[in-house]
């Protein structure tokens, strides 16, 4: 499969570029050889080789999720710049 200008056009306006015809045939090279090693690699067998997320072996140390002591609300917003007595004020953030 090959790629053609007027798909890196349509490509260009979808990502907000602006390319100069030379930039386009460039891109149109470029793009069609990463296709073409894609296609490359599809062609793998892969028959009995298991997917992994990561080849280093590490593993996430992670620790249990258990509920803990909550703050009472005069501490929580003790050192807030700005509250009331139960919350954060903050600026409004979303016109209506």
Same mark, same amino acid.
Request: glycine share 6%; net charge negative.
């Given at each position: 499969?090959?790629?053609?200008?007027?798909?890196?056009?349509?490509?260009? #306006?979808?990502?907000?570029?602006?390319?100069?015809?030379? @930039?386009? +045939?460039? /891109?149109?090279?470029?793009?069609? !050889?990463?296709?073409?090693?894609?296609?490359?690699?599809?062609?793998?067998?892969?028959?009995?080789?298991?997917?992994?997320?990561?080849? #280093?072996?590490?593993?996430?140390?992670?620790?249990?999720? @258990?509920? +803990?002591? /909550?703050?009472?609300?005069?501490? !929580?917003?003790?050192?807030?710049?700005?509250?009331?007595?139960?919350?954060?004020?903050?600026?409004?953030?979303?016109?209506?």
């Amino acid at each position: 499969m090959s790629i053609s200008e007027k798909e890196v056009r349509h490509i260009a #306006t979808l990502a907000n570029l602006a390319l100069s015809d030379a @930039e386009i +045939g460039q /891109m149109t090279r470029e793009l069609g !050889a990463i296709v073409g090693y894609v296609e490359q690699l599809s062609e793998v067998d892969t028959e009995g080789v298991d997917p992994i997320a990561q080849v #280093t072996g590490l593993v996430n140390v992670t620790r249990v999720d @258990e509920p +803990g002591e /909550m703050f009472a609300p005069r501490e !929580a917003l003790a050192n807030a710049p700005k509250a009331d007595s139960v919350a954060f004020l903050v600026p409004k953030a979303v016109e209506r």
